[in-house]
């Protein structure tokens, strides 16, 4: 049985599975129905199409791939999975019970979401292929308009862009990339063409991707060396593969997924209160030390490596990620770390701190472009204002959702909406709900409507006054922050305020523009 065989879909409230359908008279009020374009199929745009879906309201999704999935799609270097358990990394009313492992793999996860579309109903609203470069409001009509990557153009009344963070691979501003004789390619378009058996290969980066891909090739490639700018906060990965006993009790008796998801869910949450304010730097400084312990044991003792791989900045500041094989695999004869930056690419390899590394191939582990929320797609609003423009000093929206001056567009996954104690699915299907209330709103009133300035601005100011109290502006590398030092990823509150704060689109803090 595959992983996502044993799939599981309920409607909100009922505890057995089925389809969901689309009324024909569609939900109380909504004559006739908005049509809305989702921008985007990974498990935000799936979230907002599967809320749409049951509500009977008119959709199209717009996805530039060939299939669902989103970063899941996208991303297939080897060693690729989640940081997240399973068991709470998936849509709540979709519970798979046969994951092969605590920590599901990129393919499990693709496979679940495409399942997800199918037993939903939404894979058929899907256009792939399809790149929106321009979506553009039209004050006159009170739609926006969008143009695709071919030339064609669209139509909507509601616009929901799902086009995540994590989308736009991002290089860094080196010299000489172009002269590289050997192969290069970033992680988040592995080549899978190329053979790293018993060649040089050169990791440049030491975050998320890196972690997981160093120790996947290690048996193939002849050396490798890690370029690390800045080291990472790595804990130790506790995964396995779930016991017979636990699939049993998963597929057979009702209720127990659901329970062990919440157990699991409310445990994410608890973390919430230590690693984020910043009042408990005494648990953290005790957290820290034990991690520095552990990264001497695993690299076998060796004090120079060690200081090199461990962090001088906050536990929490920045991503923590979960791996067993990455500090001994760096700790092999076979794996060097060079801690510095990339000066410069040249013919046979690179120039790092002065240093010359020699490759045959070079494989790119240098993140996305977080902070540049809907690009390259330009979108322009009321009175032809620019959205990059408008967040000129860095981006901002009303719950993560709205910003104003862009009528009827709300945004999944949006600025800070990030999450780092507990699942990002739990957000997704939050913001989806508040997107679902705010387009029957829109049609029971028949008018265009945009978050109000001074709401707008009175939740950015109290969300950045609440960061300033977080380990997440104690300055640290990463991509939480804009090149101004200003975070614009992370949700500085619980999942549950948040979740309480979305639960009913508040209709007061939005104006109706003509």
């Not at 939740?459 to 090149?483: H, I, K």
């Amino acid at each position: 049985m595959g992983a996502a065989a044993a799939l599981s879909v309920l409607q909100p409230g009922e505890g057995g599975s089925a389809r969901p359908t689309r009324p024909s008279h569609g939900p109380l009020n909504m004559t006739p129905s908005p049509r809305v374009a989702i921008v985007g199929a990974g498990f935000g745009g799936l979230a907002a199409a599967i809320e749409l879906e049951r509500a009977g309201v008119d959709y199209t999704v717009f996805e530039r791939a060939d299939e669902v999935g989103g970063v899941w799609q996208a991303n297939t270097y080897p060693g690729a999975a989640c940081d997240v358990p399973s068991v709470i990394y998936q849509f709540s009313h979709a519970l798979n019970d046969n994951w092969g492992r605590r920590f599901g793999t990129q393919a499990e996860i693709r496979d679940y979401l495409r399942n997800v579309s199918l037993d939903t109903g939404v894979r058929g609203r899907v256009r792939f292929g399809s790149e929106v470069t321009t979506a553009r409001f039209d004050q006159a009509t009170g739609t926006w308009v969008l143009t695709l990557a071919d030339g064609a153009t669209e139509s909507c009344d509601v616009l929901v862009c799902a086009t995540g963070q994590l989308s736009r691979p991002s290089f860094p501003p080196v010299p000489g990339r172009d002269v590289f004789a050997g192969e290069q390619f970033h992680s988040a378009e592995w080549d899978h063409t190329v053979e790293l058996a018993d060649r040089r290969v050169v990791v440049v980066g030491s975050g998320a991707s890196a972690v997981q891909i160093v120790p996947a090739i290690a048996d193939a490639a002849r050396e490798i060396t890690v370029i690390q700018r800045d080291p990472n906060w790595v804990v130790n990965k506790i995964d396995w593969s779930p016991p017979r006993a636990e699939r049993i009790l998963a597929s057979r008796v009702p209720g127990f997924l659901r329970a062990y998801r919440a157990l699991m869910w409310w445990w994410f949450e608890s973390r919430y209160p230590v690693f984020v304010p910043r009042r408990m730097s005494a648990i953290r400084k005790a957290l820290e030390w034990r991690q520095r312990r552990f990264i001497r044991r695993s690299v076998g003792g060796d004090r120079a490596l060690a200081e090199k791989l461990t962090p001088d900045y906050a536990l929490g500041c920045n991503r923590i990620l979960l791996s067993r094989e990455w500090y001994p695999t760096l700790a092999r004869e076979d794996v060097k770390v060079v801690a510095a930056a990339v000066d410069e690419v040249t013919p046979d390899g690179l120039l790092v701190g002065g240093e010359r590394v020699e490759a045959d191939v070079i494989v790119w582990c240098t993140g996305f472009t977080p902070t540049e929320y809907l690009a390259p797609m330009q979108v322009v609003g009321r009175d032809g204002r620019e959205i990059r423009e408008h967040w000129a000093e860095g981006p901002e929206a009303y719950l993560g959702l709205s910003t104003p001056g862009f009528p009827n567009l709300f945004m999944l996954y949006g600025p800070n909406t990030g999450s780092l104690t507990n699942t990002i699915v739990s957000l997704l299907e939050y913001q989806a709900g508040y997107i679902r209330q705010a387009v029957e709103h829109i049609a029971a009133h028949g008018e265009p409507l945009e978050v109000r300035e001074s709401v707008h601005r009175g939740f950015n100011e109290e969300l950045q006054r609440r960061l300033g109290r977080t380990v997440f502006t104690l300055g640290c590398p990463g991509w939480y922050t804009t090149a101004g030092g200003k975070v614009t990823t992370v949700w500085t509150g619980s999942h549950l305020e948040y979740r309480r704060r979305t639960r009913r689109f508040d209709a007061d803090a939005y104006e109706h523009v003509h």
